[in-house]
């Protein structure tokens, strides 16, 4: 156990899911994972360990923004020994080619500012994917008929931006998305040597507001799920 993680040694999978709302953690689990069992509900933050296709998996909420993240990651690493973390979110498009509902895997996470930044100092240090998993999630999406888009994304340390102009040249840069959660979780899995990569759903977009239905969202949701699995496990 750990401060935020009640699970008990050998509770947690190698291989681990990571989910922003631990709502969507419990539903990924009990949708597609077999044998499941709840391993922590410290502070709401739901946990789930169960089997896909004969392999161990982990679900877990990591709440919103880096700094939930990171303390999740960090303990889900160090205290429990996982090597494969993959988030699954939500995002918004930054791009006319990107389309609500369309996925995207995201090869690198640009970034303001992470809960790293005190540890890089002056340095621009670049975060990216497990070059392994970004190619296995792409071919799993090509295989699944999803639309999909393979690149940069931004990771904003708030969600109630008030910077028009860095919005402006982050599509100027060919940014696909933005996000709240992923270079930090780049970062952490490049210091620890585990492999990372983030695989998010297009929930709406900021050039032309609009926005998922909810009653879309879980269908949605679902596809990006078993992208990841199947990226986890080619």
């Given amino acids: 156990m750990t401060v935020h993680i009640g699970a008990q040694p050998g509770d947690i999978a190698e291989t681990v899911l990571l989910p922003g709302d631990p709502y969507r953690a419990k539903w990924a689990a009990e949708t597609f994972l077999t044998d499941v069992k709840l391993v922590n509900e ?7 360990t169960g089997m896909w296709k004969g392999n161990r998996v982990t679900i877990h909420g990591s709440g919103m923004g880096m700094p939930s993240l990171s303390i999740y990651v960090n303990e889900l690493i160090k205290d429990y020994g996982a090597k494969t973390l993959i988030r699954i979110g939500s995002c918004g498009g930054m791009q006319d080619s990107v389309k609500v509902r369309d996925v995207i895997v995201a090869m690198t ?7 790293s930044r005190g540890i890089f100092k002056e340095m ?3 975060p990216c994917a497990d070059y392994g998993l970004l190619r296995a999630a792409a071919d799993a999406a090509e295989a699944k008929g999803t639309a999909t888009h393979v690149g940069g994304i931004y990771s904003s340390d708030v969600f109630y931006d008030e910077r028009p102009d860095l919005n402006e040249q982050m599509v100027r840069h060919g940014i696909l998305g933005v996000e709240m959660e992923a270079a930090e979780l780049y970062n952490l899995a490049a210091r620890h040597g ?9 929930s709406d977009h900021l050039l032309t507001g609009e926005a998922l239905p909810s009653e879309d969202r879980e ?3 679902g596809d990006m799920v078993e992208i990841a699995l199947e990226a986890a496990f080619a």
């Fill in 42 to 48: 410290v502070r709401g933050m739901l946990g789930f």
């Fill in 109 to 115: 996470a640009t970034t303001l500012s992470t809960p």
């Fill in 124 to 126: 621009n240090f670049a």
């Fill in 194 to 202: 585990r492999r990372a990569l983030a695989v998010l759903t297009v």
């Fill in 219 to 221: 269908k949605t949701f």
